[in-house]
């Protein structure tokens, strides 16, 4: 039973949600930020570590002692190219370490999943608008995904089309990018269903696109 989850991203605009939520929900956190002044939580449950996704050794503290992963860090002004790459290797080492098994990773809709993916046009304008403008984040996105396949983790990928910042509204779809699929999502939606996954393993190995 996962009773202490492992956050990357925390600061973040959906991590901000997911972590008010997960704590509301009774898990304990383990958050590793670069920047702790930035959150504005402080709860009995929840533990601080100040540290980088690119560093090793922070991944691997942040990784102790927990039940499951949560990885919502991402592409900020400055990202090096393969962040959520050499992020994602981190957190998969880490995890054999102390023998940590489950992950659910953020990623988008450009993230191709050709096995479930039925794009539609507008899917495909999407995507080649994409890979015009943030080839390197398409490309990373890719990277991490191959990580996550090639580790012994139980991963889970949970995809997204362009995130808004509207209310929870407490509905969204689960599909595939063309596929009982719209063309945005909440934030306070896509955190929700992401800690819905940790009671869930229906998605493990699998990529949902998640919209509302
Ligand atoms: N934007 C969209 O429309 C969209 C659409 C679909 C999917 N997505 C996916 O959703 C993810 C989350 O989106 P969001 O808008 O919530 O993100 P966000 O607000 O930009 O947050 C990114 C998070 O990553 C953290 N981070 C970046 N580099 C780090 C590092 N080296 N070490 C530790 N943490 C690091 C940031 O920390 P700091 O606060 O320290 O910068 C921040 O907490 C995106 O990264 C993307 O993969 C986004």
Redesign the pocket.
């Given at each position: 039973m996962v009773k202490t989850i492992a956050l990357?991203?925390?600061?973040?605009?959906?991590?901000q949600h997911f972590l008010n939520i997960a704590l509301e929900a009774g898990f304990s956190v383990k958050a590793?930020?670069?920047?702790p002044a930035?959150l504005n939580v402080s709860h009995s449950q929840l533990s601080v570590l100040k540290g980088?996704?690119?560093n090793r050794r922070d991944v691997e503290e942040t990784v102790s002692g927990t039940d499951l992963v949560v990885s919502?860090?991402?592409?900020?002004k400055g990202?090096p190219k393969w962040?959520?790459t050499d992020?994602t290797r981190h957190i998969v080492e880490a995890m054999k370490t102390c023998k940590v098994k489950r992950i659910i990773s953020?990623?988008?809709?450009g993230l191709p999943y050709p096995e479930k993916d039925q794009p539609k046009l507008a899917d495909k304008l999407i995507r080649s608008i994409m890979k015009l403008l943030v080839p390197h984040i398409l490309e990373d996105?890719k990277h991490h995904h191959e990580v996550l396949a090639e580790s012994n983790t139980i991963w889970t990928i949970v995809?997204?089309?362009?995130?808004t910042n509207a209310k929870r509204q407490g509905f969204y779809r689960v599909g595939w990018v063309g596929e009982n699929a719209s063309t945005k999502i909440s934030?306070a939606d896509l955190a929700d269903f992401i800690l819905n996954q940790i009671k869930d393993e229906t998605y493990s190995y699998q990529m949902p696109f998640v919209s509302g």
């Amino acid at each position: 039973m996962v009773k202490t989850i492992a956050l990357f991203g925390a600061t973040g605009r959906t991590g901000q949600h997911f972590l008010n939520i997960a704590l509301e929900a009774g898990f304990s956190v383990k958050a590793l930020v670069r920047n702790p002044a930035k959150l504005n939580v402080s709860h009995s449950q929840l533990s601080v570590l100040k540290g980088d996704v690119l560093n090793r050794r922070d991944v691997e503290e942040t990784v102790s002692g927990t039940d499951l992963v949560v990885s919502l860090f991402g592409h900020v002004k400055g990202s090096p190219k393969w962040l959520q790459t050499d992020g994602t290797r981190h957190i998969v080492e880490a995890m054999k370490t102390c023998k940590v098994k489950r992950i659910i990773s953020l990623s988008g809709g450009g993230l191709p999943y050709p096995e479930k993916d039925q794009p539609k046009l507008a899917d495909k304008l999407i995507r080649s608008i994409m890979k015009l403008l943030v080839p390197h984040i398409l490309e990373d996105a890719k990277h991490h995904h191959e990580v996550l396949a090639e580790s012994n983790t139980i991963w889970t990928i949970v995809r997204a089309p362009r995130l808004t910042n509207a209310k929870r509204q407490g509905f969204y779809r689960v599909g595939w990018v063309g596929e009982n699929a719209s063309t945005k999502i909440s934030r306070a939606d896509l955190a929700d269903f992401i800690l819905n996954q940790i009671k869930d393993e229906t998605y493990s190995y699998q990529m949902p696109f998640v919209s509302g």
